[in-house]
Each structure stands twice: as C-alpha cells, then as structure tokens.
C-alpha cells in the first residue's frame, strides 16, 4: 500500500508493512539494514510496546554488529560496533529527552556519519540531526499485530525501494 504525503521537499510516499508477529517485525529490520548505509538516520516512533526495539534487534543482526539490543531504563545512547567492516548500530532511546535541545547534548553528530543512527521516541525531537533520513511509525493493533509505515525523508531514500514496497511503486 502506498499513500502520498506532501512535504516542503517535494512528495514523500509513505510505504506501509504489515507486521504480524515480532519475528516479522526483527525481519524487516533485517531487510532494512540491508539498504542501510554509514550516515543513515532511522527515527522510531509508536506506544511503549509498539515493537520499536523488536525491529532494532532485526536490524542490530541484518548489520552484524555486537552485543544485544535492549532498552536499559537508564541508558539513552548504546554504540554496536561491526563484527566486520560495517558501520557501528548507535541505538538511542529519546523517551526521557526534554527535546530537539536534549539531544544535542549526547554528540551523535560525533558517531552520526559512520554509523547506522536510530532514535527511539525520536519523533519531534531527532529530525534536526539529519535532512535524509527514515522515519517509521509502528501502529499496535489489538490482535497484536502492527502496521509500519516507513516514510523517506530526502534525496538518500528518494530512489530506494523500501522492503514490502511492491516493484515499480515510487
Ligand atoms: N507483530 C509484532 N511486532 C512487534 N512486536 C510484537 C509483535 N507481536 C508481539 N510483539 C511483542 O511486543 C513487544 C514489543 O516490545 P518492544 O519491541 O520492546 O516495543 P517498544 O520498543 O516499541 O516499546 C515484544 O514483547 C514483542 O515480542
Ligand atoms: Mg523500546
């Protein structure tokens, strides 16, 4: 399913994935850090249970990277490094920052550009860290599973085919 969103940028489609199981959901951030490069800013929003950290985890092992991805209650920013060559997983969780202001004081600028950055609770607060970047919206439903809605921000993610995005759909 796509629908479109209109930005100052231009036109920005809204890719929506159907979750069904948290193993679904590890899936597709396994498949997204396939297309993931150094630089690449993900920011995740969605309620407490949204599964925010379950796609982390998919995307901590589609890039190889060490050590678990958890949600320690007072750890804000985590640093993965690659197993091999790859960029580092920078895991953050924005649930206790104020604000855009707050999350200048942790220095992700410093790790930002070769590392794969995601931002939990990062909606309203991460967005100034980086003019490309991917924000995904997770929707719980009462049967359990999710809908994901990956929506490209900027030329990085203007020609790049989404996972669940159907071939030929911009
Ligand atoms: N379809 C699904 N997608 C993601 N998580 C699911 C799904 N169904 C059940 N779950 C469960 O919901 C919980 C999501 O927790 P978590 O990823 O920590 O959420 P958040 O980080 O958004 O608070 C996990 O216990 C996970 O196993
Ligand atoms: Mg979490």
Redesign the pocket.
């Known amino acids: 399913m796509t629908d479109t969103t209109a930005t100052t940028a231009g036109v920005s489609h809204v890719h929506t994935v159907t ?4 193993d ?2 590890r899936t597709l951030g396994r498949d997204l850090a396939a297309l993931a490069r150094p630089g690449d800013l993900l920011i ?1 929003s ?12 998919g995307l901590g092992e589609g890039l190889g990277v060490r050590g678990a991805v958890t ?1 320690p209650t007072f750890i804000i920013s985590r640093i993965h490094p690659s197993l091999a060559e790859g960029p580092a997983l920078v895991h953050v969780d924005a649930y206790r920052l104020g604000g855009p202001e707050e999350i200048d004081d942790i220095d992700l600028d410093m790790t930002l550009p070769d590392s794969v950055t995601v931002v ?1 609770w990062g909606e309203g607060v991460a967005e100034g860290l980086a003019d490309d970047r991917l924000e995904i919206h ?1 929707e719980r439903h009462p049967d ?3 809908t994901v809605h990956l929506r490209p921000v900027g030329a990085r993610w203007a020609d790049i085919e989404l996972p669940g995005t159907a071939a030929g759909h911009g």
């Open positions: 979750a069904a199981t948290d679904a959901m995740l969605g309620p407490l249970g949204a599964g925010k950290t379950t796609f982390t985890q949600s939990e997770i359990d599973t999710r």
